[in-house]
Nanobody, 122 residues
Framework: QVQLVESGGGLVQTGGSLRLSCAAS????????VAWFRQVPGKERELVGT????????DYTDSVKGRFTISRDNAKNTVYLQMNSLKPDDTAVYYC???????????????WGQGTQVTVSS
């Protein structure tokens, strides 16, 4: 059983940057792939990107490619989401999720954090 806690959200102006963290406890975190999702009210949870359990492979949804970077430090049991060139459309609650394999559907991930709000002002 893995517990996940996100942090690092906040209010930032258009063009600014934020780094979100996803800290894990309670399991062998280095054996889990991790995904970042985001959700705005009234919409389905959207996949932002994923990272393999080794950290050597990442992929991203088209809308964030070239702006967002996912990385991980397994020694610290933490995954990061570096967000640059932020836009108002990036405003959402951001969640990290973990599973033993990488998936693109939210319901495939058994472990979730509580979410952290990111607001990008225009």
């Amino acid at each position: 059983q893995v517990q996940l806690v996100e942090s690092g959200g906040g209010l930032v102006q258009t063009g600014g940057s934020l780094r979100l963290s996803c800290a894990a406890s309670g399991g062998t975190f280095s054996t889990y792939a991790v995904a970042w999702f985001r959700q705005v009210p009234g919409k389905e949870r959207e996949l932002v990107g994923t990272i393999s359990w080794t950290g050597t492979s990442t992929d991203y949804t088209d809308s964030v490619k070239g702006r967002f970077t996912i990385s991980r430090d397994n020694a610290k049991n933490t995954v990061y989401l570096q967000m640059n060139s932020l836009k108002p459309d990036d405003t959402a609650v951001y969640y990290c999720a973990a599973a033993h394999n990488r998936y693109y559907r939210a319901n495939a991930y058994p472990f979730w954090g509580q979410g952290t709000q990111v607001t990008v002002s225009s």
